[in-house]
C-alpha cells in the first residue's frame, strides 16, 4: 500500500508546486497588463518590417560611399575591403556575418537573381572571372527596370566604397546571391 501511496503523494505535490510557480500574485497582475500594453505594436507584416530594415541598412552603407578600399580592413576611419564593408554595415545591425567573402557562401538563405531583393548579398568570383573562387561580396543597393546596382568596397578604379551597375564584368563574375535580412 505504501508503494502505491508515496508516487501518488509525489505527483500530487509535483503538480501543485508547478502550478504555483506560474500564477501571478494578483497584486502584481494589473502591473503586468500595463507594461505589456505599453509595449511597442509589432508590425505583423514580415516583409514591411524586412523592407525597412534594408532600407535603414541601405542609408548606412551609403554613408560610408568614399570611405578608401583596404585589404583586410572592416574600420571606416581607415578603410574597408569588400568583406570588411559588408560585414561592418550587417553587424551594426546587429546580424552575426562572417568577416571573409568565402565564408558568406554558407550565410543567410541562398536565393535566385529573378527573387533578389534590396540589401541581399551578391558573391563573386574574384577580379579574374575564369577562376571560379569566391572573392568578392557586396549588397544590392537598388533594383529597377534598368537592372541591379550593388554597393560595395571596389579594389578597382573607385578604389572606395561605391555604387556600380550588376553588368557584363560582373555578371561573369557573379557566384551566388544570399537573403541575410
Known sequence: MKKIIVPIAFFILSATAGKAQTIIPAQYQELVKKLVASLPKEDKSSNNSSAKQSESLIE??????GIPYRYATSNPK?????S????YVFSNFGF????????FSATGKETSLENAKVGDVLIFTGSNSRVRRIGHVGIIYSIDENGIKFIHASSGKAHGVTITEFNGHYKARFMKIVSII
Do not use: H
Open 60 to 65: 548606412f552603407a551609403k554613408s560610408m560611399l
Open 78 to 82: 581607415v578603410g574597408f575591403d569588400c
Open 84 to 87: 570588411g564593408f559588408v560585414s
Open 96 to 103: 552575426k556575418v562572417p568577416r571573409s567573402s568565402r565564408e
